[in-house]
């Protein structure tokens, strides 16, 4: 979004003339406008709000030049922008639902517009006018609307090929969180409407990937089409397919308990879309809205942007052939692109061999399966990296464990496929906070930092002690339980909160750390990288295990402060970004410096 010489003005997107800032636009007006070209293909040329269409404020003046309400967002059917082509009108108050719907059928009244919109940067409201067989006007509540050129009763008639990647995934699931918390019958808890939203998002990345791209998907729902079949059709697809092809995933009791009106305006709100091709996590997305920064604070679990995620695993550039965890892998941000990553390399190789498409997806699925693990010790959230992973990429091996307890006491199966030094690369954003405490002797006595270290007064060198600390914080422990996860000559990127690396009473952890591990390089990330959810500041550290007898005193370290993150403190978009070059100004210092891994 362009400025002009003041952060009090922005340039208005359809007319290109320079407006006053106000959240209004900001938050409203300038992202539904954005929609409307980018992700409903409506032409700029089509589209007025500068200077703004007016309807008239009483019908015996609509062909009279006087002034009438004027309208944020005026779509007309072609460029010729008459009123008899008016088609869409577009209220962006910050208003309540109520007051919007009251101001829609005033306009839509008064004017020649079918369809009516309120926005208010929050959520949305979507009404058709209808006229009976006497003539009658009527309101009717839609759940989308058509794309340019598209009849009104042909939405929801989607071939997979007429997809569209979506451009701002987190406005369409708060669209959606506020709208279900008001209108879900029987639900009230934001855990409750997570697992809901999870089940039908694998629902529609299930259908992406399984539909041909001149057929019609099923996650879909027309306008007039009875809600009772459009959730008949849903529920279909996830008891019948998705839960039968991944009944190791999904629980016989996983049920879709919406109720069909909002089954319905869900399936509405993502159809259009391919979120298989989302440029962030989807899943993450969905789930950070969904639980929140309220609920899952306490617990220290902050999601990590996918920008940071890129950067860490371009720096570490995972092979084909390298067994890849995270073992604390939130919703699965780390392994889907690791796994991406690799996935390309795999392209790359099929080509030099001339491998057949068949070939290559076997591969892809193969790799997926045998190298790729994860630990989570939220149940709900080792479920769904384990049912993301494998609708994408049948990796199933996702296993609901607390990472920091004695190997031994986890379950057969995950002690059968997560083994200490058997990992070559290890992405991961552990719990952190200062609130958070790990006691037990049973625990700590795994851990050299779970014991009292001393330091000399004269050298400043540390030095572990016989004694156990009473409680150590867990991301503490993990930066250990990491390490030793990771084979001889493995490499790790971990966040850590940046007191570890800068304070004075920690230097026992960055003595331990340079014993065991050479220092690949340190990323100092901006404060609003976690934000809004959190403000702690934050850097990724990312380490190399030393092999054994390994002594190395002097060598090259990569440091970068990233001072943009592609976001501003309260999460809107914004185009700096520092963290994209860093990956790319690391591989160039790791040729200068002649540094390879073997």
């Not at 309208?71 to 007309?76: G, L, N, S, Y």
């Not at 451009?167 to 279900?180: A, E, S, T």
């Not at 941000?333 to 996935?343: D, P, S, T």
């Not at 004694?467 to 996860?485: G, H, M, N, S, T």
Request: glycine fraction near 6%; charged fraction near 35%; hydrophobic fraction near 35%.
């Amino acid at each position: 979004m362009g400025r002009s010489g003041s952060s009090d003005y922005i340039k208005d997107f359809i007319s290109g003339e320079v407006i006053k800032a106000t959240p209004e636009q900001i938050e409203a007006v300038q992202p539904f406008s954005k929609k409307l070209v980018e992700e409903y293909g409506y032409d700029k040329k089509q589209i007025q709000t500068k200077p703004q269409y007016r309807v008239p404020k009483r019908p015996s003046e609509a062909d009279k030049k006087q002034k009438g309400f004027p309208v944020d967002i005026a779509v007309f059917t072609n460029e010729n922008k008459i009123d008899d082509n008016l088609f869409m009108v577009v209220e962006c108050k910050r208003k309540t639902r109520k007051d919007g719907e009251k101001q829609l059928k005033i306009y839509l009244e008064l004017s020649r517009a079918q369809i009516g919109i309120w926005f208010n940067g929050k959520e949305h409201l979507y009404l058709q006018k209808i006229f009976d067989e006497k003539g009658r006007m009527f309101f009717k509540q839609i759940f989308t609307i058509p794309k340019k050129g598209q009849r009104l009763e042909d939405v929801g008639k989607h071939k997979r090929k007429h997809l569209v990647p979506p451009k701002n995934l987190k406005l369409i699931f708060k669209d959606i969180r506020n709208y279900l918390a008001g209108m879900a019958v029987g639900i009230a808890r934001d855990e409750v409407f997570a697992q809901e939203i999870t089940n039908l998002l694998f629902c529609k990345i299930y259908d992406e990937i399984d539909t041909d791209l001149e057929d019609e998907v099923r996650f879909r729902a027309g306008i007039g089409e009875d809600e009772k079949e459009v959730k008949k059709r849903i529920v279909d697809l996830f008891e019948k397919e998705v839960k039968k092809k991944y009944d190791d995933v999904f629980e016989k009791t996983d049920k879709i308990k919406l109720d069909p009106h909002c089954v319905t305006y869900v399936v509405g709100e993502l159809q259009n879309y391919c979120v298989t091709k989302a440029s962030r996590d989807v899943v993450g997305d969905a789930f950070e809205v969904f639980i929140g920064p309220a609920l899952k604070g306490e617990q220290g679990q902050f999601f990590t942007p996918r920008n940071v995620v890129r950067m860490a695993v371009e720096m570490l550039d995972p092979k084909t052939d390298e067994y890849i965890t995270d073992p604390a892998c939130g919703s699965g941000g780390f392994l889907v692109v690791a796994l991406e990553y690799v996935w390309k390399k795999l392209e790359e190789e099929a080509k030099k061999k001339g491998w057949s498409d068949t070939i290559l997806e076997r591969e892809k699925r193969d790799l997926a399966d045998r190298y790729f693990r994860a630990i989570d010790k939220d149940s709900f959230l080792s479920k769904v990296t384990r049912a993301y992973m494998a609708i994408v990429g049948n990796g199933r091996e996702t296993f609901c464990e607390n990472t920091l307890l004695p190997p031994e006491n986890w379950d057969r199966k995950t002690q059968d496929k997560i083994q200490l030094n058997s990992f070559e690369v290890l992405l991961t954003n552990p719990p952190f906070g200062s609130k958070i405490k790990v006691a037990g002797s049973d625990i700590l006595s795994q851990y050299e930092l779970g014991y009292k270290w001393k330091q000399d007064k004269k050298t400043g060198k540390w030095e572990k002690t016989n004694k156990l600390q009473d409680a150590v914080a867990p991301q503490i422990l993990f930066i250990e339980r990491c390490l030793q996860l990771l084979k001889p000559g493995g490499r790790m990127g971990i966040v850590l909160p940046d007191g570890i690396l800068g304070n004075v009473n920690d230097g026992y952890v960055r003595e331990m750390i340079s014993r065991q591990a050479k220092i690949l390089a340190v990323i100092d990330m901006p404060v609003e990288t976690f934000m809004p959810s959190v403000s702690t500041k934050t850097s990724m550290l990312f380490l190399q295990k030393k092999k054994e007898y390994e002594h190395i005193e002097d060598y090259p370290i990569f440091m970068a402060v990233a001072e943009k993150c592609g976001h501003d403190r309260r999460g809107r978009e914004i185009k700096e970004d520092d963290l994209v070059l860093v990956a790319e100004e690391y591989k160039k210092f790791m040729r200068e410096n002649n540094v390879t891994f073997d």
